[in-house]
């Protein structure tokens, strides 16, 4: 198909759309401007000059906007805590005030960029406040169903006004109500896109025509005006005359339409592989409420329902919105006199079946299976809104989502790892069956940043796994993104006192900033004495742990690989930053020390005296940096007359050699990169001690020569 074809071929699906999107907002709108507190046809009138303001602004392709169900409930409710009569002249001068101020607050969050914040809404809290408001609607709207009358309130109110209502039971009424809920939820999963809620009207309208369904107690819908709606100033004065209530209803309301419809219309753009403006979204937002305002209706949102809707017909421009508009417009002109012989049960039913479609039950599944802290915070927020009213739900939520930022923090998750034999890696010996705890050795993994209100947990936790034989404490603490003072003051006393147990200490795998803090907080120590090394291996390691590691419940003789390509990296540049290459030097000079006090320039002593020292053995990477300085250092010597030089630094050749060995099992790049790493050294060295570097020199072109 060409270029122009599909292009043709999309247009038209985008009009389709469009229309079937005006005739399925028929209904659903004007019902949701009844539960707003407004006549019906303010729900049409919403359906034109909002909807085609937004079309125009947006930049998602595809999204719908227009009356919807969270924002109708929160003015319905509002005003029925006032004592405001749904459809009274009051309520027709107050609801577009509160509109107004609703766009006010969204041009406010426009200008402040203040749509990065939806990610701060968590989830869970969103969803039940969308479901408590949900379920709310539904309560209301019930008696409506069986030919009652539409009640306010909250939960215990709403369940004693349908108790009060059932007196005024009309059985066709119930019939063609719920009947209507019924299809419509089978056609939702038989056959998505067909409007069926659009036939329903129509049924509905065939039957009150041919069968004169009002004769028999069925209500009908109030008689629709004709025209498009006349352009009307709000009174912000209203806003201020009933109090701040209003004002914290309003940014609750803008709050909501933010939030809810950024993240759909973000959901589609990550569906459809295509990028939204968040600033520009909420200019739309506020700029199609400030066109809702002057036209009398209540705060509109966007429309998940209709939106997806449109997506099952293909849409993928705002012609869609154009379309929906545009037919809107004829409708006001040409088609009222039909509205009036809509059934009020059958009205009823197709708002209830549409809000049946934005209860949670999925995620309150999801989180109750997945995280029981997620699903207690759901239905925090779920009956915060149905028991206490929107707003205190609101706020139940978010405060249960900081309670649980803090249970996070406080209790991270944690484990005790250990060796699977013929893999490699730590595991967690509680998940894995398999794992084994290295002989003597208890390695804990932290997985949150460590601070005063979980250093109690974290230091429990280690001690309470100690046993008679522990010989070394490992945390691995990759997931220690940041240490307080407190926790730093309690690493020195864990480490003082396991030591005194003798029993090794390390913290490690943690980010070099972590290191910093260390200092910072003036527990340099820890580093000074070696007890942070860069990985697990490496504090095994320097403990005296040795590949293949012994393993409790595992026979010497069983090998098993267990390969650290981490060991090739420069631990003390991680551990010590700018400050690395002195302590290095300062490192040499002690083992040096020890080896000229000693007398023995044996290999093995050699390794004896790297462990002897304050920081304890190095890892291979640093080994090697340590015995190119060694070898500079006893260069010196030779040069003031030490015959016994040469013996040692044949002896650092040859520990050389099988560290190049080591790095080249693990891989062909660390040997390179230790290579790179030498040259890097020898640069340094030719630059600050030329007279050195060429002894060195001179000295490394004898060995290599023999």
């Not at 071929?9 to 707003?36: E, F, H, N, W």
């Not at 019906?40 to 998602?60: C, E, H, M, R």
């Not at 705002?318 to 009222?336: D, H, K, R």
């Amino acid at each position: 198909m060409s270029k122009e074809k599909r292009s043709i071929t999309q247009i038209r699906k985008d009009i389709v759309s469009g229309i079937v999107v005006a005739l399925v907002s028929i209904p659903i709108s004007m019902g949701y401007a009844q539960v707003a507190g407004l006549p019906a046809v303010y729900g049409l009138y919403g359906s034109v000059f909002p909807v085609l303001v937004y079309a125009l602004l947006t930049s998602s392709p595809q999204f719908v906007f227009g009356v919807d169900a969270t924002p109708a409930a929160l003015v319905g409710g509002a005003l029925a805590g006032l004592g405001i009569a749904s459809g009274s002249e009051e309520a027709a001068a107050l609801v577009p005030a509160i509109t107004a101020m609703t766009a006010i607050w969204l041009f406010l969050f426009f200008l402040l960029k203040a749509g990065r914040l939806v990610k701060y809404i968590s989830k869970p809290v969103m969803g039940g406040f969308i479901s408590g408001i949900g379920c709310t609607i539904i309560l209301m709207q019930i008696p409506k169903l069986f030919g009652g009358s539409a009640g306010t309130g909250e939960l215990f109110v709403l369940l004693g006004h349908i108790w009060n209502e059932l007196p005024s039971f009309h059985l066709l009424s119930a019939v063609l109500g719920v009947g209507t809920v019924v299809i419509l939820q089978i056609f939702k999963k038989a056959a998505p896109k067909f409007p069926m809620s659009v036939v329903l009207m129509a049924v509905g309208a065939g039957l009150t025509a041919f069968c004169h369904l009002e004769e028999r107690g069925v209500k009908l819908l109030a008689k629709v005006p004709s025209g498009l709606p006349r352009p009307m100033l709000p009174k912000l004065s209203l806003i201020l005359s009933n109090g701040g209530n209003l004002i914290v209803l309003s940014l609750t309301i803008a709050l909501v339409i933010m939030a809810q419809t950024l993240l759909a219309t973000g959901n589609y753009a990550l569906k459809y592989n295509y990028k939204i403006d968040h600033n520009r979204e909420v200019l739309a937002y506020a700029a199609g409420n400030a066109a809702a305002a002057f036209t009398g209706c209540c705060p509109i949102n966007g429309s998940v329902s209709r939106s997806g809707i449109a997506d099952q017909y293909g849409c993928r421009s705002q012609l869609m919105s154009v379309t929906a508009g545009a037919a809107m417009i004829l409708v006001l002109l040409f088609g009222t006199d039909l509205l009036g012989f809509f059934p009020v049960p059958v009205l009823t039913g197709i708002v209830l079946s549409a809000l049946l479609g934005i209860l949670e039950i999925g995620l309150a599944k999801q989180t109750f299976q997945a995280d029981k802290q997620e699903f207690a915070i759901f239905m925090a927020a779920f009956f915060g809104v149905l028991v206490f009213g929107t707003i205190y739900g609101v706020l139940i939520g978010v405060l249960l989502s900081f309670v649980a930022v803090i249970i996070r923090a406080v209790i991270p998750p944690k484990a005790f790892l250990g060796v699977i034999p013929g893999h490699e890696g730590l595991h967690n010996l509680k998940r894995n069956k398999n794992a084994r705890p290295i002989e003597h050795t208890i390695i804990y993994r932290f997985s949150g940043n460590l601070f005063f209100a979980n250093i109690d947990t974290f230091q429990e936790d280690i001690e309470n796994a100690i046993k008679e034989d522990t010989r070394q404490v490992i945390v691995d603490a990759r997931g220690i993104g940041s240490i307080d003072i407190t926790a730093a003051e309690r690493l020195v006393i864990l480490k003082r006192n396991l030591n005194a147990r003798g029993i090794y200490f390390y913290l490690t795998e943690h980010t070099d900033a972590v290191n910093d803090q260390i200092r910072a907080f003036g527990a340099g120590r820890l580093i000074e004495e070696g007890s942070v090394r860069r990985t697990v291996s490496l504090a095994l390691r320097a403990a005296g742990v040795n590949k293949p590691y012994p393993l409790e419940g595992l026979s010497k003789e069983e090998e098993y690989p267990y390969i650290e390509a981490n060991e090739r990296l420069a631990e003390f540049e991680w551990a010590f930053g700018e400050g690395a290459g002195e302590k290095m030097e300062a490192l040499a000079a002690e083992v040096a020390e020890k080896l000229v006090d000693s007398g023995d320039y044996s290999m093995e002593n050699i390794l004896r005296s790297e462990n002897a020292v304050s920081w304890g053995r190095v890892g291979l990477f640093d080994e090697d940096e340590l015995l190119n300085r060694l070898e500079v250092y006893f260069s010196g010597l030779e040069e003031k007359g030490r015959s016994d030089v040469r013996h040692i630094e044949e002896q650092l050749e040859h520990r050389r050699h099988i560290i190049e060995e080591k790095l080249k099992g693990l891989s062909p790049e660390a040997l390179e990169l230790l290579r790179k790493h030498r040259r890097e050294i020898e640069e340094r060295l030719k630059e600050k001690r030329p007279e050195a570097y060429a002894h060195y020199l001179e000295m490394r072109e004898k060995l290599s020569g023999r």
